[in-house]
């Protein structure tokens, strides 16, 4: 009871934006799906804010609390029990020694519930995506069609984007969980494609605010055809994005692999048209033959004499 106390009388004193920040992790597990309208951070160009925030609309119950609260509990004692026996629930040798590991396969439709989808239909454009299980449930398979049509709003100026992303990992009462891939030094993919460009994304959780549109990237080129093709990517070869922005590789970016949150794929390689892409499976590689470190060429703006 103090301890919500304290932290009401401290986000009173920041204003009502820091009570939303506040309130929000406390009372998110109870009705996220309203809380979460709140934070968006894109409104389209003109649009009226909304006047009475979504949470007033909110019915919460005593036995909804309750039986969230067991299950937050439940995660907890799962998670200390991981920790105490070791990462994962194994032990520190078998997780030294791991060489592969699969982080998402695409056999039901509740694999499919770990992704979600979003197109340029965001910002007003009209692009569709959409996401579903392949043959025999064998494979996810990503469709749809890109239109680089503007949206007539007066203020953007580029579109034609389709993206699939990974569900953040969510610990109990509602913790960011992070990927520790620190053990492994590529990612490998069994995908099928039609031909078109992808850009493979991390992202990540950066401490300064001014990162958090930072994203590594990689250019990835499927061949088209029948047939399935198999993929490694060195993190090596990750190269830093910032607002869509290439970064100057002045100095090397290291990839913090240890503070992963999740991973997607886009398409906007501006040809308006049809797109389709088959995932098996996204997995993880400790390849001891690759020693590079930093893939892309290192160079001073300003070189000293």
Request: aromatic share 14%; net charge positive.
């Amino acid at each position: 009871m103090a301890l919500t106390t304290a932290l009401l009388n401290s986000s009173y004193l920041h204003g009502s934006c820091c009570r939303h920040k506040v309130l929000h992790p406390l009372l998110g597990l109870l009705f996220s799906d309203s809380v979460s309208k709140l934070y968006s951070s894109y409104r389209r160009p003109g649009s009226q804010p909304e006047k009475k925030p979504s949470w007033q609309n909110t019915d919460l119950s005593f036995k909804k609390s309750m039986d969230v609260l067991k299950t937050q509990l439940s995660m907890l004692k799962e998670e200390t029990k991981d920790y105490l026996t070791g990462p994962g629930g194994r032990s520190l040798r078998q997780y030294l020694l791991e060489q592969t590991r699969v982080l998402w396969e695409f056999r039901s439709q509740e694999d499919l519930n770990k992704w979600v989808v979003s197109s340029d239909v965001e910002i007003g454009g009209k692009s569709e995506v959409y996401l579903k299980m392949g043959k025999n449930n064998q494979g996810a398979l990503l469709y749809g069609t890109l239109n680089t049509e503007v949206p007539r709003d007066g203020e953007t100026k580029y579109s034609g984007y389709c993206s699939m992303r990974a569900k953040p990992a969510v610990g109990s009462f509602a913790r960011k969980k992070y990927y520790d891939w620190s053990n492994f030094n590529s990612l490998y993919l069994r995908v099928r494609g039609d031909g078109r460009p992808w850009m493979v994304n991390i992202y990540t959780d950066p401490y300064f605010s001014h990162q958090k549109d930072d994203l590594y990237n990689y250019f990835m080129f499927t061949r088209g055809g029948p047939y399935w093709e198999e993929i490694k990517i060195p993190f090596s070869k990750f190269f830093l994005t910032s607002r869509g922005r290439v970064q100057d590789n002045q100095h090397p970016i290291w990839l913090d692999k240890a503070s992963f949150l999740t991973l997607g794929f886009t398409i906007g390689d501006k040809v308006d048209g049809p797109f389709q892409l088959e995932i098996d499976f996204i997995g993880l590689l400790n390849d001891r033959a690759h020693t590079e470190e930093f893939a892309y060429e290192m160079y001073e703006k300003s070189p000293r004499a």
